[in-house]
C-alpha cells in the first residue's frame, strides 16, 4: 500500500477507496475546512454575540431572563454535539453527519431572517412604549434559534474532526502539521468570530435586525459552498458500526462479576489480543495504565469459563480509563467555562452603561468590544504556535512543546487574573456613579467604554491557550473509534459552562432580592451590584484552578502501541504483493 502512496491510517474516499496520500488531505484540503470555519463563525456570532440586546430591546425581556435565555440557548448550541458525535461515530460517519447537520443549520437561519424581517412579527409602539412580543413571534423566534443551535451543535464536533482525520497520524510529518492545525481551527474561528462583532453588530443596531441576520446567512452560505467544494481531496474515516455505549458498560459490569477473583500483579496476565489482531481489524491497542484498578478485573484471564461472556481486553478496559479520566477534566473546566458566558452577556450589557461615541456621528456597539478578546487571540495563536512551541520543544523534547493540561492550566490562571481585573473595573465604575450621583437605566456613566478593555484581552489571552489546548486535549486523549464523542467532550463543556451560569445568576438573583430587596444583576445596572457577581467569580475560579493544578499532576496521558506504525507498513505490504 505505502508503496503505491496510500494512506496508512485507513482513510478512504466517499467510495469507499483507499486514497493516495500525495493527492488527498493535509493542509490543502483543510485549507477548506478552515475556510468553512471562519464563515460559519461568523454567521453563529452574527446571531449570538448581540442576542441579550435582541431580547432586552426588542423582544422587551427583562435582563436576568434574558441573560438566562441566551446561556440555556448557546448551551442547547454546545451540547447538542454529544449527538452530533453519536450519530457519526456510530451510524453515519463525519462526512454525512456534516451534510446533515447542515440542511438543519440552513433550516434555522432563513426561518430566522424571516422571523426579524417581516414587518407582521415587528411588536407595535405608541409614544415609545411597546407591547411585548406575540405568542406567535416569540415561537418562531425561538424555533429558528433553536433549529440553528441543533444544526451548529451537530457539526461543531464533527467538522473539527474532520479536519484532524486529513492527516495521517502514522506519518511524522503529518502527525506534527495536525498539531498545528488545532492552532489554526482557533485562528479562523476567531477570524469568523471578529468579523461578525465588529461587522455585523453594528449593521443590526444601525441598519436593523433583519438585515444583520441576513448577512449572517450569507456567510453561511458561503461557508457551506467553500466546503463541498473540497470534497473531492477529503479522507474520511471508515465506520465501525459498534455500540460505544454497550462496549463502555459492559467493562464495569464484568469488573463487578469478577469482583471476588484476585488480580494478578503483573499486567501482562491480563486478557489481550496479539497485536495482529489490531492491525487487521484497523484498531489501535491501548497500553495498561494504573489507573482505576478496579476496572481492571474484568480482564482477568481466570473467568474465561463461559465462552458467549468473555472478559474484557486490556484495550477495552483502557478506553473505559480514559473515558473516565477524561471525565474527571471535564468537570473541572465548568467553572472556567463560565467566562465564555459571561463575555457575551454581562460585559454587553455592562458596556451599554458607559461612554460609547467616538466622535459626533459614531457610537460603538457595546457587543464590539468583545472583538478585542478576538484581536489577542489573532496576534497570540501565530506567535504560540511559530515560536512558542518550536522554543519550548527545543528544550523540553515534547512535540507539543508543553503537555496539554499543563497549557490549560496556564489558561486557567489568566481567567482567575481577568476576574480580578473585571472586580476592580466595576468597582471604579460603582464609584463614578456613586460621585455623578446616577440613578436611572438609561444615563450613561461618564466613563469610557475602553476601561473594561484589559479584560476583554485577558481573556483573548487565556483563549488562545484554553480553545486549542481543550479541543486538542480531548481528541487526542479520546479512543480512536470515539473521536468525535471526545471533541464533544470539549463542546459540551462550554454547554455545561453556559448552563452552570445560567443557575449562578438566578441564584444569585434570587439570593440578593431575598436578603436586600433588590438584585445584584438587576435591569438597572447603575443600581445593582455587579461587583459582587464578579467577587463570586473570582473566588470559585480560584479554588477551581488550585483543584485543576493538583489533578492534573496525578493525570496519566493515553499510551498507544508505539510498535503499530511499522507493523501497519509491513502487513500491507504484504497484502499489496499478495494481490
Not at 98 to 124: D, N
Not at 355 to 376: M, Q
Amino acid at each position: 500500500m505505502e508503496e503505491k502512496g496510500y494512506t496508512l491510517d485507513g482513510t478512504v474516499d466517499l467510495s469507499g477507496l483507499p486514497v493516495l496520500s500525495s493527492t488527498t488531505g493535509k493542509r490543502k484540503a483543510c485549507n477548506f475546512i478552515l475556510a468553512y470555519q471562519t464563515f460559519e463563525r461568523f454567521a453563529y456570532f452574527g446571531v449570538s454575540a448581540n442576542l441579550v440586546i435582541y431580547m432586552t430591546s426588542e423582544l422587551h425581556k427583562d435582563l436576568v431572563s434574558s441573560v438566562t435565555s441566551v446561556n440555556n440557548w448557546s448551551g442547547t448550541a454546545w451540547i447538542t454535539p454529544v449527538l452530533g458525535a453519536y450519530i457519526a461515530d456510530s451510524y453515519l460517519g463525519r462526512f454525512w453527519t456534516i451534510t446533515f447537520a447542515l440542511l438543519i443549520y440552513a433550516t434555522g437561519i432563513g426561518l430566522l431572517v424571516l422571523t426579524t424581517s417581516l414587518k407582521c412579527f415587528k411588536p407595535t409602539c405608541t409614544n415609545e412604549i411597546c407591547k411585548e412580543a406575540s405568542t406567535i413571534r416569540l415561537t418562531l423566534f425561538y424555533l429558528s434559534i433553536y433549529t440553528l443551535a441543533l444544526g451548529s451543535g451537530v457539526l461543531k464536533p464533527n467538522m473539527s474532526t474532520f479536519g484532524a482525520d486529513q492527516f495521517d497520524d502514522f506519518k511524522p510529518k503529518e502527525k506534527v502539521l495536525k498539531v498545528s492545525f488545532f492552532n489554526w481551527w482557533s485562528f479562523n474561528t476567531a477570524c469568523g468570530t471578529l468579523a461578525a462583532t465588529v461587522f455585523v453588530v453594528y449593521i443590526q443596531e444601525r441598519f436593523g435586525w433583519g438585515l444583520g441576520y441576513g448577512i449572517s446567512a450569507i456567510g453561511f452560505l458561503l461557508g457551506t459552498v467553500v466546503f463541498i467544494m473540497g470534497v473531492p481531496l477529503y479522507r474520511h474515516k471508515s465506520i465501525k458500526g459498534k455500540s460505544h455505549a454497550k462496549e463502555f458498560f459492559r467493562v464495569p459490569v464484568v469488573a463487578f462479576r469478577n469482583r471476588k477473583l484476585h488480580l494478578p500483579t503483573n499486567p501482562s496476565e491480563l486478557h489481550e489480543f496479539a497485536l495482529e489482531h489490531y492491525i487487521q481489524s484497523g484498531k489501535r491497542q491501548i497500553y495498561h495504565t494504573p489507573r482505576f484498578r478496579f476496572l481492571d478485573k474484568a480482564a482477568i484471564e481466570a473467568s474465561r469459563t463461559d465462552a458467549s461472556n468473555p472478559p474484557c481486553t486490556v484495550t477495552q478496559v483502557e478506553t473505559n480509563k480514559v473515558i473516565l479520566g477524561m471525565l474527571g477534566i471535564w468537570l473541572l473546566v465548568i467553572v472556567p467555562s463560565n467566562f465564555w458566558a459571561v463575555e457575551v452577556t454581562v460585559f454587553v450589557k455592562q458596556g451599554t452603561t458607559m461612554e460609547r461615541n467616538l466622535g459626533p456621528n459614531f457610537r460603538i456597539p457595546a457587543a464590539s468590544l468583545w472583538s478585542f478578546v478576538v484581536v489577542t487571540i489573532l496576534i497570540c495563536l501565530p506567535v504560540y504556535d511559530r515560536y512558542f512551541v518550536p522554543f519550548m520543544r527545543r528544550r523540553t523534547g515534547h512535540h507539543r512543546g508543553i503537555k496539554m493540561l499543563h497549557r490549560i492550566a496556564v489558561g486557567f490562571s489568566i481567567q482567575v487574573m481577568s476576574a480580578a481585573v473585571m472586580y476592580s473595573v466595576e468597582i471604579r465604575r460603582m464609584e463614578v456613579i456613586r460621585e455623578k450621583h446616577i440613578t436611572g437605566a438609561e444615563e450613561v456613566v461618564p466613563m469610557s467604554i475602553f476601561w473594561l478593555l484589559p479584560q476583554h484581552v485577558l481573556l483573548g489571552l487565556a483563549n488562545t491557550f484554553l480553545m486549542a489546548g481543550l479541543l486538542e486535549f480531548f481528541y487526542d486523549q479520546s479512543p480512536e473509534d470515539m473521536k468525535v464523542l471526545g471533541t464533544a467532550f470539549y463542546t459540551s463543556t462550554i454547554a455545561a459552562g453556559k448552563y452552570s451560569n445560567s443557575l449562578l445568576v438566578s441564584m444569585i438573583d434570587k439570593f440578593s432580592w431575598k436578603y436586600s430587596g433588590k438584585s445584584w444583576i438587576g435591569n438597572n445596572l447603575n443600581d445593582s451590584h455587579l461587583d459582587y457577581y464578579y467577587a463570586i467569580l473570582f473566588v470559585i475560579s480560584a479554588l477551581n484552578l488550585g483543584v485543576f493544578l493538583w489533578a492534573q499532576r496525578g493525570y496519566i496521558y493515553k499510551k498507544e502501541n508505539a510498535t503499530e506504525v511499522n507493523s501497519i507498513e509491513i502487513l500491507r505490504a504484504e497484502e499489496t504483493d499478495h494481490r
